[in-house]
């Protein structure tokens, strides 16, 4: 298994390590609720370190962008991030990616780790193809990548920066501490505020204590504690995040996901521009009505925890028409909810479904709009 950057950090906070995506990561420090509920009440940091961190630099390295990402790259300034899908020709999802824009013809995309390799294979045969002139730089193992989520994060940060909490979502600032530079964007997978900060590897135990060394708010409690990937996947589940895997896939056409925001069908191709691969297959989805199924979220009656695979059938006991792609025990909300995709005339707010577990148990469920959780400004 590859390793983190931060292993040491992790054992040093006594972990629960598990294989993920090809490296041993953190799933709990302790109790994954209270990893959950301490994010949402003040701020959790988090290793992402296995996210795939790729840098695309020279003369075509926006229009293979263009041509590979579902929405407008063009578009965007130097110091801007961009969440968008990666599709393929059939118009499903290869990934989800973050792009950042670093100058006119510098970017870095974050890829999900089990995606990585796939993802440099098919950014190059797209390089190849075009014979455009692009250099790919993989720098995964080279750096690490750290998320700061939580209410009192940016408090956190304005004792060691005034330009980082002025940042805008979606924005990002390259910065100098001691010799070494860190990129932090104003970007996160919580439904939180926080930044997430990419930095060399070697760097990384230098600036947790440089960045922990006042960990304090007024009252004199521990603002950031590490958190885990388990608490990782009920936060984004509550802020109605998908996950590749579950809710985003090679076979799940990308008008069924629920980011319909992240698709620009109208991209033209022109003597500047690029339509993306799997735009044609996607407008044929469109022009013929949509998808069959879309993501819907689900609230749910009882104490049962809906899980991936399980069946929903229509309310009325009429017959199955969707099938469950995540779900957790809400620490937030205090009941069980789910994602999952269900047949277009059934995923109005307030439909009542059943959800039925594998030993045949059925769960009431009500569609809801997503998130389930929004952070209070």
Same mark, same amino acid.
Request: net charge neutral.
């Given at each position: 298994?590859?390793?983190?950057?931060?292993?040491?950090?992790?054992?040093?906070?006594?972990?629960?390590?598990?294989?993920f995506a090809g490296w041993e990561m953190p799933i709990r420090y302790?109790?994954?609720?209270?990893?959950?509920?301490?994010?949402?009440?003040?701020?959790?940091?988090?290793?992402?370190?296995?996210?795939?961190?790729?840098?695309?630099?020279?003369?075509?390295?926006?229009?293979?962008?263009?041509?590979?990402?579902?929405?407008?790259?063009?578009?965007?300034?130097?110091?801007?991030?961009?969440?968008?899908?990666?599709?393929?020709?059939?118009?499903?999802?290869?990934?989800?990616?973050?792009?950042?824009?670093?100058?006119?013809?510098?970017?870095?995309?974050?890829?999900?780790?089990?995606?990585?390799?796939?993802?440099?294979?098919?950014?190059?045969?797209?390089r190849a193809e075009n014979n455009w002139k692009v250099g790919i730089?993989?720098?995964?193992?080279?750096? $690490?990548?750290?998320?700061?989520?939580?209410?009192?994060?940016?408090?956190?940060?304005?004792?060691?920066?005034?330009?980082?909490? $002025?940042?805008?979502?979606?924005?990002?600032?390259?910065?100098?501490?001691?010799?070494?530079?860190?990129?932090?964007?104003?970007?996160?997978?919580?439904?939180?505020?926080g930044v997430e900060v990419i930095l060399p590897a070697t760097g990384?135990?230098?600036?947790?204590?440089?960045?922990?060394?006042?960990?304090?708010?007024?009252?004199?409690?521990?603002?950031?504690?590490?958190?885990?990937?388990?608490?990782?996947?009920?936060?984004?589940?509550?802020?109605?995040?998908?996950?590749?895997?579950?809710?985003?896939?090679?076979?799940?056409?990308?008008?069924?996901?629920?980011?319909?925001?992240?698709?620009?069908?109208?991209?033209?191709?022109?003597?500047?521009?690029?339509?993306?691969?799997?735009?044609? $297959?996607?407008?044929?989805?469109?022009?013929?009505?949509?998808?069959?199924?879309?993501?819907?979220?689900?609230?749910?009656?009882?104490?049962?925890?809906?899980?991936?695979?399980?069946?929903?059938?229509?309310?009325?006991?009429?017959?199955?028409?969707?099938?469950?792609?995540?779900?957790?025990?809400?620490?937030?909300?205090?009941?069980?909810?789910?994602?999952?995709?269900?047949?277009?005339?059934?995923?109005? $707010?307030?439909?009542?479904?059943?959800?039925?577990?594998?030993?045949?148990?059925?769960?009431?469920?009500?569609?809801?709009?997503?998130?389930?959780?929004?952070?209070?400004?």
């Amino acid at each position: 298994m590859l390793q983190t950057p931060l292993r040491q950090f992790h054992l040093d906070h006594n972990a629960t390590m598990v294989e993920f995506a090809g490296w041993e990561m953190p799933i709990r420090y302790g109790s994954i609720v209270e990893e959950h509920e301490h994010t949402r009440r003040s701020g959790g940091i988090f290793d992402v370190s296995h996210m795939g961190r790729v840098v695309f630099k020279g003369l075509h390295a926006r229009r293979l962008l263009e041509r590979t990402c579902s929405r407008r790259i063009g578009n965007m300034t130097p110091g801007q991030c961009r969440y968008t899908l990666v599709c393929n020709e059939q118009g499903g999802v290869r990934d989800d990616v973050i792009v950042y824009r670093t100058d006119d013809d510098e970017f870095l995309v974050v890829v999900n780790a089990a995606n990585r390799p796939k993802m440099l294979e098919h950014f190059e045969r797209v390089r190849a193809e075009n014979n455009w002139k692009v250099g790919i730089e993989d720098r995964t193992e080279k750096t $690490a990548m750290v998320a700061l989520q939580g209410p009192k994060v940016m408090d956190l940060i304005a004792k060691v920066s005034k330009e980082i909490p $002025a940042l805008k979502r979606y924005r990002f600032a390259v910065k100098n501490l001691v010799v070494m530079k860190l990129t932090v964007s104003r970007t996160g997978y919580t439904g939180e505020d926080g930044v997430e900060v990419i930095l060399p590897a070697t760097g990384v135990g230098m600036a947790l204590k440089f960045l922990l060394k006042d960990n304090k708010d007024e009252a004199g409690a521990e603002i950031l504690r590490p958190a885990g990937l388990g608490a990782r996947d009920s936060l984004r589940l509550e802020a109605g995040m998908p996950l590749y895997g579950h809710e985003l896939g090679e076979e799940i056409n990308a008008l069924a996901c629920g980011v319909d925001f992240a698709i620009s069908l109208d991209k033209n191709k022109d003597e500047d521009g690029e339509t993306f691969i799997g735009q044609e $297959a996607l407008l044929r989805t469109r022009d013929a009505g949509g998808p069959g199924r879309r993501v819907v979220g689900l609230r749910c009656e009882g104490k049962r925890t809906p899980r991936q695979g399980m069946k929903i059938r229509a309310g009325d006991g009429s017959g199955e028409v969707g099938e469950v792609s995540s779900g957790c025990a809400s620490p937030t909300l205090g009941y069980p909810i789910a994602m999952g995709f269900v047949v277009a005339d059934q995923t109005a $707010a307030g439909t009542k479904l059943t959800i039925v577990t594998d030993k045949g148990a059925e769960i009431p469920a009500e569609v809801v709009a997503l998130p389930f959780y929004k952070a209070p400004k």
